[in-house]
T-cell receptor
Framework: ETGVTQSPTHLIKTRGQQVTLRCSSQ?????VSWYQQALGQGPQFIFQ???????GRGNFPPRFSGLQFPNYSSELNVNALELDDSALYLC??????????????FGPGTRLLVL | SQKIEQNSEALNIQEGKTATLTCNYT??????LQWYRQDPGRGPVFLLL?????KEKRKERLKVTFDTTLKQSLFHITASQPADSATYLC????????????FGSGTRLQVQP
């Protein structure tokens, strides 16, 4: 186990609703990255937070937003849910500013189903 | 555009044999390449990182090679065991300020006893 926790484990929402997913990073880690993993695909980078600031963003629309708190835990918010948002949402923590060379420690993920 | 390709077909091998998984990439020159293992319903777990100036890296039964001319990495598991059955993902830094990983779609390995 990595020490990264995510909640909830599963979630069912309907199209148009909003959702908030939560992540607690591993102790001592100041960087959290969020990924979306569709079935049969690899994780896709959504964005990264370092010391409470967004530190990089992938090719996702603005309705995907996030926060990082002083204790380095993080939230992912998705507004106006679409059917294609159904996926496993992974959070990964790392130390040292989030350079891609760092080892990413992933949580177990939140499985989101949008009906 | 940048692309990472891993064999989408599952790899089935017998216990004790060496499994070899391939990761090819185009239109980019990554400084680092990482390999992760992912079990069903779980998050990926880091296995190995190799830098562009390293040809080979080993860790116990695992070996990774990185050929920047061929734009290819090979991931080997020697003396494979049924417990090695999982999906293996390769990941590269592909821009966005080198602060994110771009993953391939993974190759599922099944080791038969």
């Amino acid at each position: 186990e990595t020490g990264v926790t995510q909640s909830p484990t599963h979630l069912i929402k309907t199209r148009g609703q909003q959702v908030t997913l939560r992540c607690s990073s591993q102790s001592g880690h100041n960087t959290v990255s969020w990924y979306q993993q569709a079935l049969g695909q690899g994780p896709q980078f959504i964005f990264q937070y370092y010391r409470e600031e967004e530190n990089g963003r992938g090719n996702f629309p603005p309705r995907f937003s996030g926060l990082q708190f002083p204790n380095y835990s993080s939230e992912l918010n998705v507004n106006a849910l679409e059917l294609d948002d159904s996926a496993l949402y992974l959070c990964a923590s790392s130390s040292g500013g989030g350079l891609a060379e760092e080892t990413q420690y992933f949580g177990p993920g939140t499985r989101l189903l949008v009906l | 555009s940048q692309k990472i390709e891993q064999n989408s077909e599952a790899l089935n091998i017998q216990e004790g044999k060496t499994a070899t998984l391939t990761c090819n990439y185009t239109n980019y020159s990554p400084a680092y390449l990482q390999w992760y293992r992912q079990d069903p319903g779980r998050g990926p777990v880091f296995l190995l990182l190799i830098r562009e100036n390293e040809k080979e890296k080993r860790k116990e039964r695992l070996k990774v090679t990185f050929d920047t001319t061929l734009k290819q990495s090979l991931f080997h598991i020697t003396a494979s065991q049924p417990a090695d059955s999982a999906t293996y993902l390769c990941a590269l830094d592909m821009g966005t300020g080198r602060r994110a990983l771009t993953f391939g779609s993974g190759t599922r390995l099944q080791v038969q006893p």
